[in-house]
């Protein structure tokens, strides 16, 4: 069971054309650690950096990760590329809210340069989920996602059980992804929800 959101950005198609489009082979030779971390981060936009004041609610790894991914100048999507993950679950993953194996260690420790040891020592055990997130959220972007729910959380209740009956869809046996679509009427961001759909049990 699939659920997707589109939503339209507002940044105007004449200023996006004039952007450049990244090259390898545009670049000049440079050092090699610098020109790996530049080849991998292919986004025309600044990284996503750790906010000071999220990290009272983050475990010790997020600022370990973060600091490693500014220094790297490297993308969600760059990471995950490397890992072998969804940028959404590395996402997650460097705020706590996901479960690194230990072949996620050894290939975050590479692309990072992060020592192994410290990342064991940060990533082993078990996630705290949902602490990092204060309800209602204060974040437009994040406040935007809550407000869908709002205004759409009964409609989509009410079609799913009518497509699958009474029960909900698990955010366990779950996956999503963030895709970018751009058209003649500008961008659009498209969120993919996957869940398995669980029935309540009659007893």
Request: with cysteine; aromatic share 8%.
């Given at each position: 069971?699939?659920?997707?959101?589109?939503?339209?950005?507002?940044?105007?198609?004449?200023?996006?054309?004039?952007?450049?489009?990244?090259?390898?082979?545009?670049?000049?030779?440079?050092?090699?650690?610098?020109?790996?971390?530049?080849?991998?981060?292919?986004?025309?936009?600044?990284?996503?950096?750790?906010?000071e004041d999220?990290?009272?609610?983050?475990?010790?790894?997020?600022?370990?990760?973060?600091?490693?991914?500014?220094?790297?100048?490297?993308?969600?999507?760059?990471?995950?590329?490397?890992?072998?993950?969804?940028?959404?679950?590395?996402?997650?993953?460097f705020y706590?809210?996901?479960?690194?194996?230990?072949?996620?260690?050894?290939?975050?420790?590479?692309?990072?340069?992060?020592?192994?040891?410290?990342?064991e020592s940060?990533?082993?055990?078990?996630?705290?989920?949902?602490?990092?997130?204060?309800?209602?959220?204060?974040?437009?972007?994040?406040?935007?996602?809550?407000?869908?729910?709002?205004?759409?959380?009964?409609?989509?209740?009410?079609?799913?059980?009518?497509?699958?009956?009474?029960?909900?869809?698990?955010?366990?046996?779950?996956?999503?992804?963030?895709?970018?679509?751009?058209?003649?009427?500008?961008?659009?961001?498209?969120?993919?929800?996957?869940?398995?759909?669980?029935?309540?049990?009659?007893?």
């Amino acid at each position: 069971m699939a659920c997707i959101l589109r939503a339209a950005l507002s940044t105007p198609l004449a200023s996006r054309a004039l952007l450049p489009i990244a090259s390898h082979t545009a670049r000049p030779r440079i050092a090699a650690r610098s020109f790996y971390s530049s080849a991998l981060n292919m986004s025309q936009h600044p990284i996503a950096t750790l906010q000071e004041d999220l990290i009272p609610r983050l475990p010790p790894s997020s600022p370990t990760l973060f600091e490693a991914k500014k220094k790297k100048n490297l993308s969600f999507e760059a990471i995950a590329n490397e890992v072998g993950r969804d940028e959404v679950a590395i996402a997650a993953l460097f705020y706590g809210q996901a479960m690194a194996s230990s072949e996620d260690i050894q290939k975050l420790s590479k692309v990072l340069d992060i020592p192994v040891e410290t990342l064991e020592s940060q990533l082993s055990g078990f996630p705290d989920r949902g602490r990092s997130l204060e309800m209602p959220p204060k974040d437009p972007l994040v406040y935007r996602l809550y407000e869908i729910v709002q205004n759409y959380g009964y409609a989509y209740k009410a079609v799913l059980n009518e497509k699958f009956g009474d029960g909900i869809m698990s955010a366990i046996s779950f996956s999503t992804k963030i895709e970018k679509e751009t058209d003649e009427k500008g961008e659009w961001a498209k969120i993919t929800l996957r869940g398995k759909w669980l029935p309540y049990s009659r007893f």
